[in-house]
């Protein structure tokens, strides 16, 4: 199941303005519509768990150690159905291909620190496969058969790289994001990103 751009940073803007009452984000993560929030302390006598915002129903809490788990939060499920109007304006694979050269070549640019730890990598593969899914592909019973998905993984991106990745990929309404990891640190702020790009055979 993907999700959109927007869903995720809507969520994760929400709970990362919580009131954490001395507990330190570490990490924000979705995989595929279910999404889960890392906390940290250092402060044995915190005073009390996060008051996570209204609207979110079946959270679970967990505590291990000196870790805050909130589990169990829901991204806004968008139902992907290619109709007619949306298959026509469905890009060539070659053009999405072309896309994504386009980014990798940006992102083989290193910011502030030249390739070292936090350097970009993108990597896709050719479409191999047909999407089958039915909810995806079949409305008023058309099929449409020659929709390849081409699945993608970006990994290490800090702030200046993400918004390449969404100028040429995220925003775009054939693209669909299936996790997506968001890491807290003091000198740094990386994601990583999978999803798959749906297009049409040239």
Sequence with gaps: MSFSLSDYKKVESEF???????WQPVEFTCQSL????TLNT????YVGIPN?????QGLNTLMSGD??????????KVERVFDEAAYESLPLCTDSLSDMRKFSDIADFSVGNQGGANAS???????AALVKSKNLLDKAGANYLDIYGI????????RMKISYLSRYILNRKNVGISAMRKRYGKNNLGYSV???IYCKAN
């Design 151 to 158: 699945n993608w993984n970006a990994q290490g991106f800090d």
């Design 16 to 22: 990362s303005n919580l009131n954490l009452l001395g």
């Design 194 to 196: 999978t999803g798959t």
């Design 34 to 37: 279910a999404c889960e929030y």
């Design 52 to 56: 996570v915002a209204m609207g979110y």
């Design 42 to 45: 250092d402060n044995k006598h």
């Design 121 to 127: 990598t993108f990597t896709f593969q050719q479409p």
């Design 67 to 76: 870790n805050l788990m909130i589990k169990g939060i829901n991204l806004v």
